[in-house]
């Protein structure tokens, strides 16, 4: 165990990663293949409960739908923001 799915030779995917933080309890963060985190869990009260929470993550991102609550903003305002990021 421990094995990930790059070590294995398998596909490279995202991967949750389990963990303990003294101060808040068992979380989880979802990782991107190059390590990037995508995402944070709130905490939970023990491992199982971080567990079924992964679970259900699992199974509701891949058909989530998107939920657009951004003001409505100019399509060349986003352009424009973009390439200021590239820029920086």
Same mark, same amino acid.
Do not use: N, Q, R, S
């Given at each position: 165990m421990g094995e990930d799915a790059q070590t294995a030779g398998g596909p490279v995917? &995202?991967?949750f990663e389990l963990f303990f933080?003294?101060?808040t309890g068992f979380g989880f963060r @979802?990782?991107?293949a190059d390590g990037t985190v995508m995402a944070v869990s709130?905490?939970?009260v023990d491992k199982r409960a971080a567990?079924? &929470?992964?679970t259900a993550v699992r199974e509701c991102a891949g058909m989530g739908l998107i939920s657009d @609550?951004?003001?409505?903003i100019p399509l060349d305002a986003v352009s424009?923001?973009?390439a200021a990021l590239k820029v920086a």
């Open positions: 995917t &995202g991967t933080d003294g101060t @979802l990782k991107a709130p905490p939970f567990v079924i &929470g992964i @609550l951004c003001p409505e424009a923001g973009a």
